[in-house]
């Protein structure tokens, strides 16, 4: 094994203080009448079909919003106590913040999240659902339905907990803030745009000590099953491209058209991938030492790369040379080689619109997912790269020039370049601009478990609800949550669904397809996590 001091050390199952009260209230999670109780109440959940869709107008006008009074109201009358004890307040009309005030408010609050929006059910796909999708049918182990995995299931197991927890007649030390946003899967920016700015103005910078949002779970890998808290999210962003060529008729055509010209920048751009690399700060590196640690099958070769590398600390420039460890580790398929990788993927093309006439205008939309330890800064330097000169800043092992690069794109076709200039439009050009849902690299969560950290705190009661057979180890996310917003309110957001079923591994449930479902073990492990989480985070001392 490593002579290296561990690195993915593991704490002990953390319990809360006892209180008889709350004792009963934790064993009566575990009964027959929470269990049938709580598939009623999150089956209720998911039959109001609150789906956001990618085309919503203005809220007040775009009657598809009002759905979220429907589910508003469902929340006030399914959870009477949070909303007669705690403070409610809506924000930009649907957004909802439940404020329980500790009574010590030195201490920076607990911020629980979830959405309240489902990605829409298209029409072709209804019949494909074994149960209907918005029913909430319960099937003696699933409940099923459109958001019964995403994330009605983690808004409702957050307000059963504190329904619970008053019940019991707990008085928290520390505020616990509920923050519910309502377009999370359109980009969040009507929920969490508006939430997070008004939590903000409330509590100020790092104001909050932790914020739980849905995110990882559970999985089961290397022969070991690893809880996998997002500590880290990909960054984000579309560089998009128009091509202007002149018009004509298309019996007298030159060579090339703006669909040809368009063509040969998209062939250059799939020529060549980013490069795979891990910097020391992507958690996805904390996940292979926690496998090298504690997973039986993890295989030998990764092993051996991971001591070669703690050995020599990588240096600046050693991130410019292949990385070993990485290219070895995406082996394991395109879901893992993306935590660890730029992705890019040309999505959009539109271009002409007649048989008789040359395309003056055509657009190609290339998404683009950024790996930990680069920017979207590094995808528009690339993609103009191709455009205007003789190559590639990434010649991954400095490769040949492929004849495509040989010649700038731009330049061969006598077009004008706009890279980022705000000129898109340009008679004659090809021009570049980016999406304004561009996102930075979110920063990585803090992981230390040798302090009080909230961190540890999640490890620890994972490891309470779970068991020691389970292993925490930090997660990423190649998507983007609501936390997107939340940055600057707290350096500790975890994206996490903590429930899980040791029987059935079902891991995502299905998410954002046909046959969406929870296991109801799943939920009541959920609750049960975010009752002892709730309460070990008021027990904590935190010294980061
Ligand atoms: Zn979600």
């Known amino acids: 094994m490593s002579v290296q001091a561990p690195k993915c050390a593991q704490p002990t199952p953390l319990f809360p203080t006892t209180g008889d009260e709350l004792d009963r209230a934790y064993e009566h999670l575990s009964s027959e009448s929470f269990r049938n109780g709580t598939i009623v109440r999150l089956a209720g959940a998911v039959r109001i079909p609150t789906e956001s869709f990618d085309n919503m107008g203005a809220i007040g006008e775009d009657k598809r919003w009002d759905i979220m009074y429907d589910f508003a109201d469902y929340l006030k009358n399914t959870f009477p106590k949070v909303h007669k004890h705690l403070k409610a307040e809506t924000v930009n009309t649907h957004g909802l913040v439940y404020t329980w005030e500790g009574s010590n408010s030195e201490l920076k609050p607990t911020l629980l999240m979830a959405h309240q929006d489902v990605v829409p059910v298209p029409d072709a796909t209804k019949d494909a659902w074994t149960h209907p999708p918005f029913e909430g049918v319960y ?60 939590l903000f103005e409330r509590y100020g910078k790092d104001g909050i000590a932790v914020a739980v949002d849905e995110g990882a779970t559970f999985e089961k890998v290397w022969g070991q099953t690893f809880a996998k808290p997002g500590v880290g999210e990909k960054g984000y962003t579309d560089v998009h491209v128009v091509v202007r060529m002149p018009g004509g ?9 703006g669909i040809g010209v368009a063509s040969e920048l998209i ?27 504690h997973a039986p099958d993890f295989p030998k070769k990764l092993s051996k790369l991971l001591k070669s590398r703690a050995k020599s600390q990588p ?73 205007s000169i003789r190559k590639t800043p990434y010649g991954i092992s400095g490769s040949l020039l492929t004849p495509l690069q040989a010649e700038p794109l731009a ?43 909230p961190y540890a705190v999640l490890a620890g009661t994972v490891r309470a609800v779970y068991g020691e057979d389970i292993v925490v180890a930090p997660g990423i996310m190649t998507g983007n949550t609501d936390t997107r917003y939340y940055w600057n309110l707290t350096k500790n957001i975890f994206r996490f669904g903590p429930g899980y079923d040791v029987e059935l591994d079902d891991g995502l449930g299905n998410i954002h397809t046909v046959d969406e479902k929870v296991s109801v073990t799943n939920h009541v492990n959920a609750v049960k996590w975010f009752m002892l989480f709730v309460r070990n985070m008021d027990d904590a001392e935190l010294e980061i």
């Open 249 to 257: 008729h298309s019996s007298i055509p030159s060579d090339h058209t």
């Open 315 to 387: 240096t600046c420039a050693a991130h410019k040379k292949v990385d070993k460890l990485a290219i070895e580790a995406s082996k394991a398929g395109p879901a893992t080689q993306y935590l660890m990788q730029t992705s890019q993927a040309v999505d959009v093309i539109t271009g002409g619109v007649k048989v008789n006439a040359l395309p003056e205008r055509t657009e190609v939309i290339v998404n683009h997912r950024i790996n930990v330890g680069e920017s979207p800064q590094t995808a528009f330097d690339r993609v103009a790269s191709l455009v």
């Open 139 to 198: 099937d003696g182990s699933y409940i099923w339905g459109r958001g019964a995995s995403d994330c009605k299931n983690q808004l409702i197991a957050i307000l059963e907990t504190v329904e619970l927890l008053l019940d019991a007649g707990y008085k928290p030390k520390r505020s616990v803030i509920l923050s519910f946003g309502f377009d999370e899967e359109i980009s969040g920016r009507e929920g969490a745009g508006h939430l997070a700015p008004f």
């Open 267 to 293: 062939q250059a751009i799939e020529a060549e991938q980013y490069p795979a690399h891990l910097t020391s700060d992507n958690p996805y590196l904390s996940q292979l030492y926690c496998g090298a640690e």
């Open 411 to 453: 330049k061969k076709y006598g077009l004008a370049f706009h890279a980022f200039d705000g000129t898109t439009e340009a008679p004659l050009s090809i021009s570049l601009s980016k999406s304004p849902n561009t996102l930075a690299v979110a920063p990585v969560t803090p992981t230390d478990v040798d302090v009080v950290s």
